[in-house]
């Protein structure tokens, strides 16, 4: 099932001198196969590691995840 | 499927799916086609039952440390959020089997059958059970991989 929000990780990753995953694994406490499956899409992160990988590219949450879906009316 | 895209956890989940199956697959054939039958059957599963629960954490063991040893710092490594819950998820699968066997065994003692047909359901169950949940655990990792 599809995430309703995309991420911005992998571009983020690319601007700060192509941090690796397992890099952001390690700054953000998590493997580097969690972040493969956060950056894919495949993994729904819980709001800690969300705001632990913004606060390592220094972004606000909602630069990082962007979300997708209409508001509900 | 590459070597690094599997955890730690991930591997020695595959090795116990492996060695489960093999082990207790050779023990249900082997316990209905080798041993004798009769009263001291009972006795002789339960020697057999022995001799693979430690086979199981002999085999797994080895093959853990072997996987460790060639990435320690993997192996250190805590697990974390995403795996803690599809750890949960995949006891939670095996809970349906498990009440829905345990039930099957009830029905099985006021029935009136044997020791051995009771001892056989119940490892069934525990066998199938921990399938359940590695086998469902497997998928989550490979799912989100």
Redesign the interface.
């Known amino acids: 099932m599809a995430l309703p929000f995309t991420n911005a990780i992998r571009t983020l990753r690319f601007l700060t001198g192509e941090m690796t995953q397992a890099e952001l694994g390690e700054r953000v406490g998590v493997t580097r196969q969690t972040i493969a499956a956060i950056e894919q899409g495949k993994y729904s992160p819980s709001l800690e590691v969300a705001f632990r990988i913004a606060l390592v590219f220094g972004k606000p949450l909602d630069a990082v995840f962007i979300w997708q879906e209409p508001p509900a009316p | 499927m590459r070597d690094k895209?599997?955890?730690f956890r991930?591997k020695t989940h595959w090795v116990a799916m492996v060695v489960l199956t093999l082990v207790f697959g050779w023990f249900f054939i082997h316990s209905h086609t080798a041993l004798p039958r009769g009263p001291e059957h009972l006795a002789a599963s339960g020697g057999l039952l022995m001799f693979s629960t430690i086979g199981i954490i002999i085999a797994m063991s080895i093959i853990i440390g072997f996987i460790a040893a060639r990435n320690p710092q993997d192996a250190h490594?805590a697990a974390?959020?995403?795996?803690r819950s599809i750890h949960w998820r995949g006891t939670h699968y095996a809970y349906y089997p498990a009440v829905i066997g345990m039930w099957l065994c009830i029905w099985l003692i006021f029935s009136g059958y044997d020791r051995v047909t009771l001892l056989y359901s119940l490892l069934g169950v525990v066998v199938l059970c921990e399938l359940v949940r590695i086998g469902s655990q497997l998928w989550l990792y490979r799912?989100?991989?």
């Open positions: 895209e599997m955890t991930e490594l974390d959020e995403r795996e799912r989100e991989a």
